[in-house]
């Protein structure tokens, strides 16, 4: 995973944006467009578009 990948998220339907990823602990902020929240996500739950 590298900042400004597109996925696609368990959670949501929408396709969202890596913002950061922590290497160290597995861990996807994704960003989803029109929305101020962000999703902290393990990265198995997330696949790459």
């Known amino acids: ?10 959670t949501s ?3 969202g ?5 922590n290497s160290s602990t ?8 029109n929305s101020n ?3 902290v996500l393990p990265v198995s739950m997330c696949s790459k578009v």
Do not use: H, L, P, Q
Request: charged letters at 35%; zero cysteines.
């Open 37 to 39: 929240a962000v999703d």
């Open 1 to 10: 995973m590298n900042k400004g990948d597109k996925v696609k998220t368990w």
């Open 13 to 15: 339907n929408k396709v």
């Open 17 to 21: 944006t890596v913002v950061s990823y």
């Open 26 to 33: 597995k861990e996807v902020t994704v960003k989803y467009r």
